[in-house]
């Protein structure tokens, strides 16, 4: 199917552990992001990309590598998860400037 | 960077007039979006205005842009409990690479 997909859906880890976070989508858009989702806090901007190996930290990046060896592909990595990192984690990609960006339906992490 | 402010929540009875409200600090000179969030889901997108149109309207859907007062509104005609979910205005950054600052969300609860 053409689209956004996340996976996984669901995680749950221990503090300390390392858990990557998979985005990956069919449009071949240039512009790819990930973003938390926090009660209170709305979607905030972690890291993004302007294309295959072009990436820059966003508004809450520590924490937190990526990297996009391919267009389709934006993986999140978590190096040593934290309780505050407990979050659901959104990708999303759009095309070009002004353009609307598309959304997947999301990573629910929970963090023990 | 952007600031970008809306009311946490709003209640309403079916059937009635529902009015969002969004006030930002600055963008640039592009669209302007509304997403809607479903319980579980990711973000879709409901609806945009360009930054040089003062209104539009789409089937239930009215999108109000005053840029003087930096003041985004979405009003829903004939709110259905389907319409019951959260909000989110987007406005673009001044920057590039197509960031864009989300709103805080707005939760619409409808009342039968």
């Known amino acids: 199917d053409a689209g956004i997909t996340q996976s996984p859906r669901y995680k749950i880890t221990e503090t300390g552990r390392q858990v990557t976070l998979m985005c990956h989508q069919t449009?071949?858009?240039?512009?790819m992001f990930w973003y938390r989702q926090d009660l209170g806090h709305g979607l905030r901007l972690i890291y993004y990309s302007a294309a295959a190996d072009i990436t820059d930290k966003g508004e809450v990046p520590d924490g937190y590598v990526v990297s996009r060896s391919k267009t389709e592909n934006f993986p999140l990595t978590l190096e040593s998860a934290t309780r505050s990192q407990t979050s659901v984690y959104f990708c999303?990609?759009?095309?070009?400037?002004?353009?609307?960006?598309?959304f997947g339906d999301g990573t629910r992490l929970s963090i023990l | 960077g952007e600031d970008v402010e809306q009311s946490l929540f709003l209640s309403v009875r079916e059937g009635d007039s529902s009015v969002i409200n969004c006030t930002y600090t600055?963008?640039?000179?592009?669209?302007l979006y509304w997403y809607k969030q479903e319980p579980g889901a990711g973000l879709q997108l409901l609806t945009y205005i360009f930054s040089n149109m003062d209104m539009k309207q789409d089937q239930r859907l009215t999108v109000l842009l005053n840029k003087k007062d930096k003041h985004l509104s979405l009003r829903i005609a004939d709110t259905q409990t389907g319409d019951s979910a959260i909000y989110f205005c987007?406005?673009?950054?001044?920057?590039?690479?197509?960031?864009?600052?989300f709103g805080t969300g707005t939760k619409l609860q409808v009342i039968p």
């Open positions: 600055d963008s640039s000179s592009t669209y």
């Open positions: 987007a406005v673009p950054d001044s920057g590039g690479y197509q960031k864009v600052t």
């Open positions: 449009w071949s858009h240039s512009y």
């Open positions: 999303a990609s759009t095309s070009d400037r002004g353009q609307p960006q598309h």
